[in-house]
């Protein structure tokens, strides 16, 4: 509960000459996305995983186009058999891009964190490490 009581949680406009984060997301994440999709579209070929040739094993982005093109389709229980964590992060980066899009539209107020101490943030550094492990282990034991 000590963590708790030191992290807090501020909706606020932006303040003067601060990094416009959620510009940058949505700038980002969208030219990205659209440039994926130009890609494929325009047929060309989609690079393949140097990881896989060289060993045989699925790296631990494999399935990611997949599940891309499976989610755009809106079928979401390939999309996640694909590849699990890539599939949580294209949900989370869709989310994080409407929050984005409100703030930036609508002008909303930001959400900032503050007081995350250094052994929260330590401790989501290992999980996010072990999401990826645990993917890895999913995407070569249903290759």
């Known amino acids: 509960m000590q963590i708790l009581r030191t992290l807090t ?26 440039s994926c999709f130009g890609w494929l579209a ?8 140097w990881f ?13 186009t997949r599940s891309a093109l499976s989610l755009a389709h809106g079928d979401l229980a390939a999309a996640l058999r694909y590849n699990p964590l890539i599939f949580v992060c294209y949900v989370g980066t869709i ?11 609508f002008q909303f107020p930001r959400l900032r964190l503050a007081g995350l ?3 929260v943030k330590r401790c989501l550094c290992v999980l996010v490490l072990a999401a990826v492990a645990l993917n890895w282990v999913y995407l070569v034991a249903n290759r």
């Open 42 to 49: 325009s047929g060309l070929p989609w690079p393949g995983c």
């Open 52 to 64: 896989r040739r060289l060993t045989g094993l699925p790296c631990p982005t494999c399935g990611a």
């Open 95 to 105: 989310i994080l891009n409407v929050y984005c899009a409100g703030v930036l539209l």
């Open 9 to 34: 949680v501020h909706l606020r406009p932006s303040a003067p000459k601060e990094t416009d984060f959620e510009f940058l997301f949505l700038v980002v994440s969208s030219v990205v996305a659209v």
């Open 117 to 119: 101490p250094a052994n």
